[in-house]
Structure formats: structure tokens, C-alpha cells
């Protein structure tokens, strides 16, 4: 009897702080975008985070950690840069990000963002935004093009370099970033950071020094790195803590 009722407390409890989700769509120019909406439980207003998946499409593991964040209190929108496209492996993986526009995908963040600020359980000037691979690399972009963002965190993306592009990004930045990741040297790493604290901008980089790429998705089983990935994402939970809710 004992362990049924705390069955059920835990029950009740894992339900409370559950996130909602519902599928949307958004117009960007001339297109319409669909994404799916998750929202913590309350009538808000909260924070609110554009999560970017990886070059893999809008897969469970990206709509798990969109979840993971309404549950810590941010309604986050994760969107579908693909079209309804998801890969399966890596050779169409490769394909798809490389059939994605830059101009194109740069244009659907600034419209999430925008659909973000119209929903009227979000506060519009407490808007960030959260990528992983291909992603982290958008999450950067989406920051070069829009000043109104209030916390960025690059999960292994692409950097920037360009001084005067950099002076566009006004919001705190997160990288997180692997220590044997072959696409991005430590020591283009270390470059971007000093640029940007050069400017006077906020930054947290973080180098995981035997991560590779992609350490912090289980499904890449060969990489999967348990221990740095729980660490990034403790630190993600205070970096957004400390720059959307406060």
C-alpha cells in the first residue's frame, strides 16, 4: 500500500511539471514554417528559447530537449528547418544541411522569433536561443542578426570571426565546444572567445577537453559522452537562469 501511494505522488509530480506541446506554423516571407510549441505548466508570461536542431532534422532528440527546457519554465519553440524532412543517416543528413539556404533558414529564426514575441504567454524582451551542430552554428547566426536576443547558447557550431560582425551580437553568449572536435579547432575556439571579450561581450565558453563533436547526443553512440554532456547541460539551465529569468 506504502509504495503504491508513493507510485502515485510520483506520478502526480512528474505530471505537474510536464510541458505542454502543440504543433504550429508561422509565415517566413513568402513561406510558412511549422514547429512545435512547448509551454510550461502556468499562465505565464515567461521566458522563451528557439531551439535549432542538428543537421539530423527536427528528430525526438531535439523535441526532448525543447521539452526538457519548458519544463525548467521557458516556452520554446522548436522549429523544422527541413520542410518535414528528418534524416536518417548521415549521407542524407549531409544532403539536407546543404540544401538548406542560409538566407532562407536565417529568415524562418528571425520570423521564430517574431511568433515567439506575438504569443501572449511569453515575454518578448526575454527571448533566447539554444542550438547543437548545425544548429549551434544558427544559434550564433540568429544572434549576428538580431540585437533584441538575450541569451545565445552554441552547442559545437560554427564560428564567426569578422570583427564587425561580431559587434552585432549584444546578447551573453554560451559555447560549448569539444576538445578533439576535427571541424572546430581549440584553437579557433579561444580566437572567437578573445574577440568577443575584446568587445566587452558577455561570454562562457566551455571545452570539453576529450569530447568530440556531437558528445552531448546519445545517438551518436561512438561519441557519447555521459558525464561532460550532464555537465553542458547544467550549465546550459544556469545560463538561461541567470539571463532570461532574472
Not at 20 to 43: F, H, M, R
Not at 46 to 59: K, M, S, T, Y
Not at 150 to 156: D, E, F, P, Q, S
Not at 163 to 176: D, Q
Request: charged share 20%; with cysteine.
Amino acid at each position: 500500500m506504502k509504495s503504491l501511494l508513493l507510485s502515485l505522488v510520483l506520478v502526480v509530480a512528474t505530471t505537474a511539471f510536464a510541458a505542454d506541446s502543440k504543433p504550429v506554423s508561422y509565415k517566413s516571407g513568402p513561406d510558412t514554417v511549422s514547429g512545435i510549441l512547448y509551454s510550461p505548466a502556468g499562465n505565464g508570461p515567461f521566458p522563451a528559447i528557439v531551439v535549432i536542431h542538428e543537421w539530423w532534422g527536427l528528430n525526438d532528440w531535439v523535441k526532448e530537449q525543447a521539452s526538457k527546457l519548458a519544463e525548467q519554465g521557458y516556452v520554446t519553440l522548436a522549429i523544422d528547418l527541413y520542410r518535414g524532412k528528418v534524416a536518417t543517416t548521415p549521407d542524407v543528413a549531409h544532403e539536407l544541411m546543404r540544401g538548406l539556404p542560409e538566407d532562407r533558414a536565417t529568415r524562418d529564426l528571425l520570423a521564430a522569433v517574431a511568433f515567439l514575441k506575438s504569443q501572449p504567454t511569453v515575454r518578448p524582451d526575454r527571448i533566447g536561443s539554444i542550438g547543437w551542430c548545425m544548429g549551434g552554428g544558427y544559434s550564433l547566426d540568429l544572434a549576428l542578426n538580431d540585437p533584441s536576443l538575450r541569451a545565445v547558447v552554441m552547442n559545437y557550431g560554427h564560428l564567426a570571426t569578422d570583427p564587425a560582425a561580431l559587434k552585432k551580437i549584444k546578447a551573453p553568449l554560451l559555447g560549448i565546444f569539444g576538445g578533439q572536435d576535427q571541424g572546430i579547432p581549440v584553437e579557433d575556439v579561444k580566437k572567437f572567445e578573445q574577440a568577443l571579450k575584446q568587445q566587452g561581450n558577455k561570454v562562457e565558453i566551455k571545452i570539453y577537453p576529450d569530447a568530440g563533436h556531437a558528445f552531448e547526443n546519445p545517438n551518436n553512440k561512438a561519441g557519447y559522452r555521459a558525464t561532460d554532456a550532464d555537465d553542458a547541460a547544467k550549465r546550459t539551465q544556469s545560463f538561461f537562469a541567470e539571463n532570461l529569468k532574472q
